[in-house]
């Protein structure tokens, strides 16, 4: 064995000892501390002297056996209630462990946690803490910070959760409450990083995300401490299909996003989410949109991480969709419930048509009625919705503004475009929910394209002709005209029968001439004297 090595053996056994008896005299921790330091800072310095130190099995098994004494041994929990003068002293030999530790920790992962020390870390801190004479001084806050970097180490690559050790996890999770005026990010960063690695295992997450104190961690330190004070996140919270290559999110934003992306693949994670709505809506707006954040703005997903994000998703969606069936059919025009569900079914649906490319989304909408539901919602929103065009002149001034209803009829009743259209401001109210249809369109031609079967599925759940109504400049849902001609392109591509229909339309005026040579179509007369459509595309070649 190497000399180094055991020379830091037999310091860690005074440091055994001197957990164990809780000695009277300071000048023993002093001695002890001042043996210790110089392994503490080579360990730090110099990457070959921690990898021999941290690749020893006795130098990990000699610090487990100080964390034991602290645990174990009566004489050292009353030792500092009836010598309260030597508390400074000791806590400083115990963060000279962790510090170690947390040096070692850089080099190896695997014997610590062959050692199963992860849960004694936690324990020890706990057990600590717990005493009356330890108070949130600024030693037990550096004690804090060094367990859980030390913890965020040993974690990387292995996590092992013992359900037993459950609150005392969430009890060192939620210790920096205890002394809010002291939560800086010197404790949050090491605190979310953990809880990262912590989340990377399905068996924490299940009962993580049952837990009491879970509000406590995750609204009052996460959301309130670090991403309202330390994070921008909040302040994009309010803009839709947020863009990360023209949005700089800061590190930090990215550290929270990337957590939340954990929770949102996680299958126990749904539950959660739908009871929170039920005693928190404050809290679940939050995270409902650092989700959509989270998810509108990465590409890869795999399908167990689809399948469960859809699980909570398309559940909200249809909640939401129903509360807004009844919010229409009860005639209501409250702009405070309006806004709640329309920010509730914009998120769902801004979601789903960022993930409705992958075969394995399309598949899960068609399993769960996904297409009759959406037509349904197309149907109320277009029955109930106000048509809205601003009109500016050059300089960009309002000069005149147009409303109408489905059927292009001018809209004069002034209560109702008074509960629809902020006057003051020029701009749409939640009560006319804005962009919906055209999110909505969207999904609908990503489900059709080259898929006959959903074509004429569409056509019998009559939402062929909702798309073609669309297919006019709205400001209400900017861009839903250029997205309705696509998805009746779509849904006209080697469909004799959608084509067929269309062309009846045609016929009786219905449809505008304009829209069917956007789709690329032109209206023929057929060798048997009926009405139908022919691809340009296919005239020309």
């Not at 404050?282 to 167990?304: A, E, G, H, R």
């Amino acid at each position: 064995m190497p000399t180094d090595i055991k020379t830091l053996l037999g310091i860690l056994n005074k440091f055994e000892i001197l957990f164990s008896e809780v000695p009277e005299s300071v000048s023993t921790y002093q001695a002890s501390l001042n043996e210790i330091n110089s392994f503490v800072i080579s360990c730090a310095q110099d990457e070959k002297f921690r990898d021999e130190l941290a690749n020893s099995e006795h130098v990990w098994r000699s610090s487990k056996a100080c964390f034991e004494k602290i645990l174990l041994n009566e004489k050292s929990l009353s030792g500092l209630s009836k010598f309260e003068g030597i508390h400074f002293w000791y806590m400083r030999s115990y963060r000279a462990i962790l510090v170690l530790l947390r040096n070692l920790s850089v080099s190896n992962q695997k014997i610590p946690n062959d050692l199963l020390l992860q849960n004694m870390i936690i324990k020890t801190f706990i057990t600590i803490i717990s005493r009356e004479t330890v108070k949130f001084d600024e030693m037990t806050t550096t004690c804090y910070i060094n367990t859980l970097t030390l913890l965020h180490n040993i974690t990387k690559t292995f996590i092992i959760f013992d359900k037993s050790v459950l609150d005392q996890t969430m009890a060192l999770l939620e210790y920096p409450l205890h002394n809010p005026n002291n939560i800086s990010e010197p404790i949050l960063f090491p605190f979310i990083l953990t809880l990262i690695n912590y989340s990377q295992n399905d068996d924490f997450l299940y009962y993580f995300f049952k837990h009491e104190k879970i509000g406590l961690v995750l609204n009052n330190l996460l959301m309130q401490n670090l991403i309202l004070n330390h994070s921008t996140l909040f302040s994009k919270l309010d803009i839709t299909n947020i863009d990360e290559s023209k949005i700089e999110l800061s590190e930090v934003d990215k550290i929270v996003l990337k957590l939340f992306k954990i929770f949102a693949c996680n299958e126990s994670f749904a539950s959660y989410l739908l009871e929170l709505e039920i005693y928190s809506k404050d809290l679940f707006f939050k995270i409902f949109k650092i989700l959509q954040i989270v998810i509108t703005n990465t590409s890869t997903w795999d399908k167990f991480q689809l399948t469960n994000i859809m699980n909570w998703c398309y559940k909200i969606f249809i909640k939401v969709s129903n509360e807004i069936k009844t919010y229409f059919s009860n005639n209501l025009q409250s702009i405070e419930v309006a806004k709640c569900m329309h920010d509730k079914i914009s998120i769902s649906l801004d979601i789903m048509s960022s993930l409705v490319h992958f075969e394995h989304v399309q598949k899960f909408l068609l399993s769960y009625n996904g297409l009759e539901e959406l037509i349904s919602l197309l149907e109320v929103f277009q029955n109930n919705l106000i048509r809205i065009n601003f009109f500016k002149d050059k300089d960009g001034k309002l000069k005149e503004l147009k409303s109408t209803n489905s059927m292009g009829a001018k809209i004069d009743n002034s209560k109702l475009l008074y509960s629809r259209i902020d006057y003051k401001t020029n701009t749409i109210l939640p009560t006319n929910f804005p962009e919906c249809k055209s999110i909505i369109i969207e999904i609908l031609t990503q489900l059709t394209y080259n898929k006959k079967e959903i074509q004429d599925k569409i056509r019998e759940l009559h939402g062929l002709q909702l798309v073609l109504s669309n297919c006019v400049i709205d400001d209400n849902d900017p861009f839903i005209k250029e997205r309705s001609i696509m998805c009746i392109r779509f849904l006209l591509q080697e469909n004799k029968d959608n084509q067929d229909f269309v062309a009846k339309l045609e016929a009786k005026k219905v449809v505008k001439d304009d829209v069917l040579d956007e789709a690329g179509y032109d209206v023929a007369i057929n060798k048997d004297g009926t009405i139908g459509l022919v691809n340009k595309s296919s005239q020309q070649n």
